[in-house]
């Protein structure tokens, strides 16, 4: 496999943010595509964001992540100094090289001169009985973090506007696109603010950065997620807000050209950034990363993947980087499928390679929108002119992500011009935004209770690669996205099974452990693994689908079975 230098049009190592767009201001590009530093470090912070922690503590970010002295890489990387960098960085100079100052020292070390930016505190539980509607809508306040104007100047927190919703555990940073499904449940709980709060947080990213990052952290700026705006907006706009199409078009707007930068200038059977030209002209787009370097909050997990590959090391990186802007952080969906040893392994990793079928669907709701959003504000031309890049992309999703011998659409390898083999829950989304046909969705149906369907819920994948976004478990938003478009296409009784069953699913281990969790193993309901991290507590866009689900199927016509 050529991965991710293939046909790129530009040399990887070349391939870079652009500065305003994807960099916190303060940076430029060096001939790596990594970021350094314009100024002096030690300048004072005129920027609303500092240097991300790899280039603001240096060679002592590196010694401890790559030493591991902690179990989890993000968690220096959260970390706040209690003393100025040059204070720290001078006594740490001082001690390296000292005979005693081996793993413990360090880690002592960190401890001294770095503090939590939040108190650490006892994960929230239920009171046994605790009805779980009422469990929920309590975890919105828990989960509920306030603007602080007057926040440590070296986090790597990005500044936000308005209070926000956290999914919890280790996530302590608002989510891209776990926004979206957490305001599903904040709208049934009737916290319509913080609903309206979440949109309006985005925005200003968008505003502040020309994109919404993974999450608001510096560390995930060069990057994005599912884009879930212009759904969002729909939502406030069908719900609490008649002007937000017309409030919100400059940022979508903003978004858009993020992802469809380089479109003027991208000859044909090339990519630039998140963008793909096919050979026969058609743009579609890709997930990416504006870095190749391991990331910052998983740094000794990147540099072990990288290690078992014989693949450039920067090409890898740059692979994983862009997995996690899918929200699939990881699965066999991005991973070689060759007939040999190394399917299913980290390092095969392909994403750049790959188009998306979810991404692109989302894509084509984000130009509806923008059509509608310029018809509003009486922009008939403009409107027109999103209008006609919608229906090219309808057709190109129809042509090119419906795989006919396979009866669903798929993900597209766009340099071989075949579709992955993967089966997986990305393959719902055209049901979701109704682009599917009826026939379509009928095969796909299918599809999903014959692979994909599995006693506690739809499994993410039909593989088990051991990483997260595999067999055996399942996520809340795939639930959503599937039970949601199948009720569209009319497909009641499938949508109601696996309804029933993921609520069931969640409702065992609520009532095991007075918690909700990120993931859950659909086939056995043990706890769910994989990945880099266990599965966490919270969990935001657990709470937001379950609630929503409540709703639409009341218990009191069916009674779940618990254990």
């Given amino acids: 496999m050529q991965g991710a230098m293939h046909n790129t049009g530009t040399p990887q190592a070349l391939e870079a943010p652009h500065v305003g767009m994807a960099c916190a201001p303060g940076f430029a590009l060096d001939e790596k595509a990594c970021v350094k530093p314009q100024a002096n470090l030690m300048a004072p912070l005129v920027a609303h964001v500092t240097l991300p922690p790899n280039l603001l503590w240096g060679e002592l970010f590196h010694a401890i992540?790559?030493?591991?002295?902690?179990?989890?890489?993000?968690?220096?990387?959260?970390?706040?100094?209690?003393?100025?960098?040059?204070?720290?960085?001078?006594?740490?100079?001082?001690?390296?090289?000292?005979?005693?100052?081996?793993?413990?020292?360090?880690?002592?070390?960190?401890?001294?001169?770095?503090?939590?930016?939040?108190?650490?505190?006892?994960?929230?539980?239920?009171?046994?009985?605790?009805?779980?509607?009422?469990?929920?809508?309590?975890?919105?306040?828990?989960?509920?973090?306030?603007?602080?104007?007057?926040?440590?100047?070296?986090?790597?927190?990005?500044?936000?506007?308005?209070?926000?919703?956290?999914?919890?555990?280790?996530?302590?940073?608002?989510?891209?696109?776990?926004?979206?499904?957490?305001?599903?449940?904040?709208?049934?709980?009737?916290?319509?603010?913080?609903?309206?709060?979440?949109?309006?947080?985005?925005?200003?990213?968008?505003?502040?950065?020309?994109?919404?990052?993974?999450?608001?952290?510096?560390?995930?700026?060069?990057?994005s997620q599912p884009p879930m705006f212009s759904s969002m907006v729909q939502r406030l706009a069908e719900r609490h807000d008649r002007d937000a199409y017309r409030r919100f078009l400059p940022e979508l707007e903003k978004e858009y050209a993020y992802w469809m930068d380089g479109e003027d200038t991208l000859p044909r059977g090339q990519a630039h950034r998140r963008l793909v030209r096919l050979d026969d002209g058609t743009l579609l787009n890709r997930y990416w990363d504006d870095l190749c370097i391991p990331r910052q909050e998983s740094h000794h997990e990147d540099m072990g993947t990288a290690a078992e590959s014989q693949r450039p090391h920067m090409d890898v990186w740059r692979n994983l980087r862009a997995a996690t802007e899918s929200g699939w952080d990881y699965s066999s969906r991005w991973l070689?499928?060759?007939?040999?040893?190394?399917?299913?392994?980290?390092?095969?990793?392909?994403?750049?390679?790959?188009?998306?079928?979810?991404?692109?669907?989302?894509?084509?709701?984000?130009?509806?929108?923008?059509?509608?959003?310029?018809?509003?504000?009486?922009?008939?031309e403009q409107a027109q002119s999103y209008r006609d890049r919608a229906q090219?992309?309808?057709?190109?999703?129809?042509?090119?992500?419906?795989?006919?011998?396979?009866?669903?659409?798929?993900?597209?390898?766009?340099?071989e011009g075949t579709p992955t083999r993967s089966v997986n829950g990305a393959m719902v989304f055209p049901l979701y935004y109704g682009i599917a046909t009826p026939h379509q969705a009928e095969q796909v149906a299918r599809v999903l209770e014959r692979d994909l369907l599995q006693p506690g819920g739809l499994a993410a994948t039909n593989q088990e690669s051991g990483q997260q976004w595999d067999a055996p478990n399942g996520w809340a938003p795939l639930q959503w996205i599937a039970i949601s478009g199948l009720r569209?296409?009319?497909?009641?009784?499938?949508?109601?099974?696996?309804?029933?069953?993921?609520?069931?699913?969640?409702?065992?281990?609520?009532?095991?452990?007075?918690?909700?969790?990120?993931?859950?193993?659909?086939?056995?309901?043990?706890?769910?693994?994989?990945?880099?991290?266990?599965?966490?507590?919270?969990?935001?866009w657990t709470n937001g689908v379950l609630r929503k689900l409540l709703t639409l199927y009341p218990r009191d016509g069916w009674v779940p079975e618990i254990a």
């Fill in 488 to 540: 569209d296409y009319v497909e009641h009784d499938l949508a109601r099974t696996i309804a029933e069953r993921w609520v069931t699913t969640n409702l065992q281990r609520y009532s095991l452990e007075n918690k909700l969790l990120e993931k859950y193993d659909v086939y056995t309901n043990q706890h769910a693994s994989g990945g880099e991290y266990p599965a966490q507590d919270g969990f935001g």
């Fill in 336 to 380: 070689a499928e060759n007939g040999n040893d190394d399917d299913n392994a980290l390092h095969t990793i392909r994403t750049v390679d790959i188009l998306p079928v979810d991404l692109n669907t989302l894509l084509h709701h984000l130009e509806k929108t923008l059509a509608k959003a310029h018809q509003s504000n009486g922009n008939t």
């Fill in 392 to 415: 090219a992309r309808y057709q190109a999703i129809q042509q090119i992500f419906w795989d006919g011998e396979r009866g669903h659409f798929a993900d597209y390898l766009w340099a």
């Fill in 65 to 223: 992540q790559e030493r591991h002295i902690y179990p989890d890489s993000k968690i220096f990387v959260d970390l706040v100094p209690r003393e100025l960098p040059e204070t720290i960085l001078s006594e740490y100079t001082r001690l390296k090289d000292q005979p005693n100052f081996d793993d413990a020292a360090l880690h002592a070390f960190v401890d001294a001169y770095f503090q939590s930016e939040v108190p650490p505190g006892e994960a929230y539980r239920a009171a046994s009985g605790c009805d779980i509607e009422a469990h929920i809508d309590t975890l919105w306040t828990v989960l509920t973090r306030h603007p602080q104007p007057d926040a440590p100047p070296l986090t790597s927190r990005l500044h936000l506007r308005y209070p926000y919703l956290i999914p919890g555990g280790r996530f302590d940073e608002i989510y891209y696109w776990d926004s979206y499904f957490i305001m599903l449940g904040l709208e049934e709980s009737n916290r319509h603010d913080l609903a309206c709060n979440l949109v309006h947080n985005l925005a200003h990213l968008i505003r502040e950065y020309g994109h919404v990052p993974n999450g608001n952290r510096t560390y995930y700026l060069t990057r």
